[in-house]
């Protein structure tokens, strides 16, 4: 066997073994990961299935977490992975992002504690490789009204403005908002740059009588509740 004939092919599967086949019979969240990559890529360079090229992407970048932060020009650099196949993944990645922020249909979502903040923006934002600060404008019986980011950046009172955090609330006439930023190393864990500008955006609330109700940092696989943790509020 040569080279060029190690690997297998989808097509060699038996039918009921084929990633969609399998998909259309017991739907896709029957399949593992690399089964679900393999239907978008189609095919895989010579030697090798679109499961093994799906098995090798995986493990080399630790998941499908470590996809979100793969840019298009690393995904090219990928044997068996070009330019169509590169926009076909950071694609899906991106309308997952987006279901994942529509809340999956629901018109005004009820955030009503740090878990379901989470649960909106951890998708989204536990990939990214800057620091995004962004607030969640909520009504009185906090529904969310709209979710914007307002500053890119590390944290510290000297660069965020804070009449611009403010702005977006004054304008719709949010009743309280919920501040949420990332770390891109992963460790959710408040960092005193993060607490005293916690501390200076509940007074700003204060005197704008816009109710900040937390801020929640965004790392890898957890978050950290500064409200829940008495820092930065009074």
């Keep these: ?24 019979t017991h739907g896709p969240q029957a399949l593992r990961d690399a089964e679900l990559l393999a239907i978008l890529f189609r095919s895989g360079p010579p030697g090798m299935s679109a499961i093994e090229l799906s098995d090798s ?14 840019p298009f020009e690393s995904l090219c650099r990928h044997r068996g992975i070009g330019p169509a196949k590169a926009a076909q ?13 529509a809340g999956a249909g629901e018109a005004q979502p009820s955030l009503q504690s740090p878990e379901d903040v989470y649960q909106r923006v951890k998708y989204g934002m536990q990939s990214l490789q800057q620091e995004h600060l962004r607030v969640l404008l909520l009504d009185t019986r906090n529904r969310l009204l709209r979710e914007c980011d307002v500053y890119v950046g590390s944290l510290n009172t000297s660069m965020v403005r804070i009449g611009e955090v403010f702005r977006e609330a004054i304008q719709r006439g949010a ?11 992963g460790d959710p864990s408040p960092s005193p740059e ?7 955006l509940v007074q700003a609330g204060e005197l704008l009588d816009i109710e900040v109700l937390d801020h929640v940092v965004i790392g890898r696989g957890g978050y950290t509740s500064l409200k829940s943790k008495g820092l930065g509020f009074a």
Excluded: W
């Excluded at 690997?7 to 259309?24: K, N």
């Excluded at 992407?57 to 793969?70: D, H, M």
């Excluded at 009743?175 to 190393?185: E, F, G, L, Y």
């Design 57 to 70: 992407l995986l493990n080399e970048t630790g998941g499908l977490a470590g996809l979100q932060r793969l």
């Design 1 to 24: 066997m040569t080279g060029a004939d190690k690997g297998y092919r989808i097509a060699d599967l038996l039918q009921t073994e084929r990633p969609r086949e399998r998909l259309a």
């Design 175 to 185: 009743a309280s908002m919920i501040v949420v930023h990332n770390h891109p190393s």
């Design 194 to 200: 993060d607490v005293a500008v916690t501390r200076a």
């Design 89 to 101: 993944l950071l694609s899906a990645v991106e309308i997952g992002r987006r279901l994942a922020e």
